[in-house]
């Protein structure tokens, strides 16, 4: 189970390698320092939706390559 884990924390990660820097930082800023997506929105000059969109293509992303390289 724990090897599992380990495993799939290394696919993630190296997923999020292959994504644009800009990408990495709103995953990084949302779920690693919680910032709220308003907040996130103002530093990058961007609406709200468009934090979320890129928040949800990058997940989207990390999933695809993590599940098939």
Request: proline letters at 1%; aromatic letters at 6%.
């Amino acid at each position: 189970e724990l090897d599992l884990y380990v495993e799939r924390l290394f696919l993630v990660r190296k997923a999020m390698e292959a994504l644009p820097a800009e990408n990495k930082a709103l995953l990084s800023l949302r779920y690693e320092t919680g910032m709220s997506i308003k907040e996130i929105a103002d530093l990058f000059n961007l609406s709200d939706d468009a934090v979320k969109m890129r928040l949800k293509r990058s997940r989207d992303r990390i999933k695809q390559l993590a599940l098939h390289g």
